[in-house]
Nanobody, 114 residues
Framework: QVQLMESGGGVVQPGGSLTLSCLASGFSFKSYAMTWYRRAPGKDRELVAR????????RYNDAVKDRFTISRDNVKNVLSLQMNDLKPEDTAKYYC???????WGPGTQVTVSS
């Protein structure tokens, strides 16, 4: 059974940092490119970042480029998202996902507010 469990969200002030993690199980993690998505209240889900199977070819939404870093550990089956210089517009629920799958975790809430 595929499971994705996000963690690391919280409330942070503008300019602060958070690191999100996603623990994957039930599938061959190293065989899938992985993504982070987010959904803000009243908005559509949007792709935040994507990373290849071996950690190569990271891609970022223009809104987070140069502030967020996606990474993965194929031994521990963990996907991470380091988020720096957070802005109020980054407030959303963040989800990890196997690319081109319908596998989703419950998400973790990130709130950026002073």
């Amino acid at each position: 059974q595929v499971q994705l469990m996000e963690s690391g969200g919280g409330v942070v002030q503008p300019g602060g940092s958070l690191t999100l993690s996603c623990l994957a199980s039930g599938f061959s993690f190293k065989s899938y490119a992985m993504t982070w998505y987010r959904r803000a209240p009243g908005k559509d889900r949007e792709l935040v970042a994507r990373i290849g199977e071996t950690g190569d070819r990271p891609r970022y939404n223009d809104a987070v480029k140069d502030r967020f870093t996606i990474s993965r550990d194929n031994v521990k089956n963990v996907l991470s998202l380091q988020m720096n210089d957070l802005k109020p517009e980054d407030t959303a629920k963040y989800y990890c996902n196997g690319e081109y799958t319908e596998w989703w975790g419950p998400g973790t809430q990130v709130t950026v507010s002073s």
